[in-house]
T-cell receptor
């Protein structure tokens, strides 16, 4: 079945550590996105990529980094510079042509700082 | 920039009641409009969409009509069930840089 897979489902980070969240899709989509979800805040865009080896900052990119070396994969690294990383992180993808199409979401990763 | 405003929750209804969740938007041009649903601990699932003015999206008994004159995309269902309890997000997409979401409306259906 085609879809988006995020791993792990739960992740714990110590203060000062970098952690990487995985996102893989087999939908052959060109565009991929990372969102952060906090209670009462809706979803906020962190980074997005429209093509391999290219990505752009979203609204809240500070303290995060991404790479897009393969079409199928768009990992997100939460660095120690992110002061409040505890949140639910969602990865999404969409086809590029017809840019007003819907995005498909993974099941999310819940990151907690301990 | 683009923005989406939807009614704050929680919204609590009895089973079989009529549901309306209001959504209005601000965008340049002609965005596509979406409703997504999120069940506890899960990602978002597309519920319905509309891509141009006066389009009606529908799925699983839910409906929403793209009203350009009022910049609205209100979600409705004639008879809700306990299984409809979830968080509902209104969203728009005006270009290639991702969706803009409302803050979400938590819907609680009591038996």
């Amino acid at each position: 079945d085609g879809g988006i897979t995020q791993s792990p489902k739960y992740l714990f980070r110590k203060e000062g550590q970098n952690v990487t969240l995985s996102c893989e899709q087999n939908l052959n989509h060109d565009a991929m996105y990372w969102y952060r979800q906090d209670p009462g805040q809706g979803l906020r865009l962190i980074y997005y990529s429209q093509i391999v080896n290219d990505f752009q900052k979203g609204d809240i990119a500070e303290g995060y980094s991404v790479s897009r070396e393969k079409k199928e994969s768009f990992p997100l690294t939460v660095t120690s510079a992110q002061k409040n990383p505890t949140a639910f992180y969602l990865c999404a993808s969409s086809i590029q042509e017809g840019a007003r199409t819907e995005a498909f979401f993974g099941q999310g990763t819940r990151l907690t700082v301990v | 920039g683009n923005s989406v405003t939807q009614m704050e929750g929680p919204v609590t209804l009895s089973e079989e009641a009529f549901l309306t969740i209001n959504c209005t938007y601000t965008a340049t041009g002609y965005p596509s409009l979406f409703w997504y649903v999120q069940y506890p601990g899960e990602g978002l699932q597309l519920l319905l969409k509309a891509t141009k003015a006066d389009d009606k999206g529908s799925n699983k008994g839910f409906e929403a009509t793209y009203r350009k004159e009022t910049t609205s995309f209100h979600l409705e269902k004639g008879s809700v069930q306990v299984s409809d309890s979830a968080v509902y997000f209104c969203a728009l997409r005006g270009g290639a840089d991702g969706l803009t979401f409302g803050k979400g409306t938590h819907l609680i259906i009591q038996p």
